[in-house]
């Protein structure tokens, strides 16, 4: 597995190998020991989500306060712009912003870490967006930062207005946002 770091302490962006040949394609998206040894990764994940939107969908920027979610992301069918933005004020990235492409063709994983808000654009006709956490979705504890917060100048690749859902178009700006301490 290649690991690739970004602007975000800890937030990491993984190739796993990819065995094809003419009958398709084998790769491991989901090995204890290889996190642990290739990325420090040493998570425990407890729940297993997915799911699939349409081109211009755009999910987030999502986050629990209490029990945080650390996220392994990955795309099983079609592309997404992800993004992770680091709201942890302790950080020595505190406020920067990691994007990158998540693809079919491109097999990448983003290891999200508890302690970011997370989203995603899908920028494809549609995309299974698939994720590992660890902790328990918990709706009480769950808040968004405002997607196109002029702050964090989010490079999103629109053509057109995204379709949203209630909550992430009533998203708080980041400036008055509930953060980690």
């Not at 090995?31 to 987030?60: M, P, T, Y």
């Not at 629990?64 to 990235?93: C, E, H, M, W």
């Not at 702050?151 to 999103?156: G, K, V």
Request: charge should be negative; glycine fraction near 6%.
């Amino acid at each position: 597995m290649k690991v690739v770091h970004t602007d975000i302490h800890d937030a990491l962006i993984l190739e796993p190998k990819v065995f094809g040949d003419a009958r398709g394609f084998f790769l491991e998206s989901y090995n204890k020991r290889v996190l642990a040894e290739a990325a420090g990764i040493r998570a425990e994940f407890v729940q297993d989500n997915h799911s699939r939107s349409a081109r211009g969908v755009l999910r987030g920027l999502h986050y629990q306060l209490r029990q945080p979610q650390g996220k392994l992301v990955r795309v099983a069918t079609g592309s997404v712009f992800d993004v992770a933005v680091d709201i942890r004020r302790s950080s020595p990235t505190f406020g920067k912003v990691a994007c990158v492409e998540l693809s079919d063709a491109n097999q990448r994983m983003f290891w999200v870490p508890p302690g970011l808000a997370h989203g995603f654009l899908v920028v494809s006709e549609s995309a299974d967006f698939l994720y590992k956490t660890t902790d328990y979705y918990a709706p009480e504890h769950e808040r968004c930062v405002l997607w196109n917060d002029p702050e964090l100048a989010i490079p999103w690749p629109l053509t057109s207005a995204p379709t949203l859902s209630a909550k992430d178009v009533n998203g708080v700006p980041f400036a008055v946002a509930e953060l980690f301490p």
